[in-house]
């Protein structure tokens, strides 16, 4: 029987098992790498257009994020997203393959029970790592424009208890100004890298687009494959941070 790679996806709070497809020639396609939105809803999203530019800055950038994708055979892209505000779930569960992603619009209301979203991301990360998958470091992307109002050191510790949460691709992004950048720079968790500051529309929409493209081809690139015995993030995050205008309009 010819060799398969099983891909193992959450479904209605289960893990189905799959084979991977295989390329001509018998080849088997690229490594698992999940890339998962983890957006603040909170009600302060809905002043002055914050969570329409979001939902704009995600579906524009789509496009460029599968050609990104498209160019590596090393990784097979599979993106999902967590909304939070009073509580977390997720916005869309299915790890789907980026060529066939569409993104749903969120809306915006409540609190910013941050902590909650990444407890839900490291449950996720646990069954990862039970499936014993031959993935990639994944990526996280937080978005917020405030400060938790749950227990986000207990979410935090919960995420970087996970050998995938710890080696994780973690980038975040906190739009105006009283988006809280200590709590953004304790998921990040890497004194080489600041949390983004997007101040205005423009901003945000750059920033979507280089985590979409830069950070992604860095973490689906070859070297970016964990080695054995690794314990923390081995994927460098890409320099070329995009400049951005320093007009503040959040």
Not at 233 to 247: H, L, R, T
Request: aromatic letters at 6%; proline letters at 8%; glycine letters at 8%.
């Amino acid at each position: 029987m010819e060799a398969a790679l099983c891909v193992f996806d959450l479904l209605n709070g289960g893990l189905i098992m799959e084979e991977s497809p295989k390329r001509p020639g018998g080849e088997l396609s690229g490594r698992p790498l999940h890339f998962i939105w983890i957006a603040d809803c909170s009600g302060s999203m809905s002043v002055n257009g914050k969570i329409q530019t979001l939902n704009t800055a995600i579906r524009e950038a789509l496009p460029a994020m599968r050609k990104v994708s498209g160019e590596n055979p090393h990784a097979e892209v599979l993106v999902r997203a967590i909304k939070f505000s009073d509580g977390a779930m997720w916005h869309i569960g299915v790890p789907t393959p980026v060529d066939q992603f569409q993104w749903k619009d969120l809306s915006s209301s409540g609190c910013t029970d941050m902590g909650k979203a990444l407890k839900l991301v490291a449950d996720e990360l646990q069954k990862l790592e039970k499936a014993k998958l031959r993935g990639l470091p994944p990526v996280l992307v937080l978005i917020s424009d405030g400060q938790p109002t749950d227990d986000f050191e207990k979410g935090l510790e919960a995420l970087l208890n996970q050998p995938w949460g710890i080696k994780a691709v973690r980038i975040g992004i906190g739009i105006g100004k009283d988006a809280n950048l200590d709590i953004l720079r304790k998921f990040i968790n890497n004194p080489e890298f600041e949390p983004l500051e997007a101040k205005n529309a423009d901003a945000l929409i750059k920033y979507i687009r280089w985590v979409t493209t830069s950070v992604l081809k860095a973490a689906s690139a070859p070297p970016s494959q964990p080695h054995k015995g690794a314990s923390a993030a081995n994927v460098p995050i890409p320099k070329d941070v995009p400049q951005v205008s320093a007009n503040d309009i959040w």
